[in-house]
C-alpha cells in the first residue's frame, strides 16, 4: 500500500513542477537603475547619466519610478521620462519596456535624484499585456 501512495505524490510532484516550469514571473525587483556622474557641467551643474536595466524576461508596461524632487536644467526627452509632479516619472511613456532591455537618460542638477522602481504591469512569455495567458481573457 505504501508503493501507491509514493507513487501519486511523485506524480504530482511531478505535475507540479511541469506546470510551474513555463511561468516566469517578473518583480520590480528585476528592474536595476544605476546612476553615475559624467564629470559633464551643464549651466554650472553636474550631469548624471542613469541606466534603467530590465533583468527578466518579462516586458514591463506603465513603469513608473519614484523620483522625489527631480529636477533638471538639461532636457530630458518626455517620450523617455516624465515626471508626473507627484514624485513619480514615467519611463517611455508607458510603452513597453522588452525584456533584457536597457535605457539611459542624463540630466543635469545640483545633487543627484535617487530613482527607484514603483510600479507596472508586466507581461511574461505566454501571457498578454493584461497578464492573462495567450488566447484566454
Given amino acids: 500500500m505504501a508503493a501507491p501512495a509514493a507513487l501519486r505524490t511523485l506524480f504530482c510532484a511531478t505535475l507540479i513542477l511541469l506546470l510551474a516550469k513555463g511561468s516566469v514571473q517578473c518583480t520590480l525587483d528585476d528592474i536595476d537603475i544605476s546612476q553615475d556622474e559624467t564629470g559633464k ?19 514591463h508596461w506603465n513603469l ?59 507581461t511574461c512569455p505566454g501571457t498578454n499585456r493584461f497578464g492573462f495567458r495567450d488566447g484566454h481573457y
Fill in 41 to 59: 557641467q551643464v549651466e554650472g551643474k553636474p550631469e548624471y547619466k542613469v541606466t534603467v536595466n530590465n533583468e527578466c524576461e518579462c516586458t
Fill in 64 to 122: 513608473t519610478l519614484s523620483c522625489p524632487g527631480f529636477n533638471t536644467v538639461e532636457k530630458v526627452d518626455p517620450l523617455i521620462l516624465r515626471p508626473n509632479g507627484s514624485g513619480s516619472c514615467l519611463l517611455k511613456n508607458g510603452t513597453a519596456f522588452y525584456g533584457f532591455a536597457s535605457l539611459s537618460f542624463t540630466y543635469a542638477w545640483e545633487t543627484p535624484t535617487s530613482f527607484t522602481p514603483e510600479s507596472s504591469n508586466n
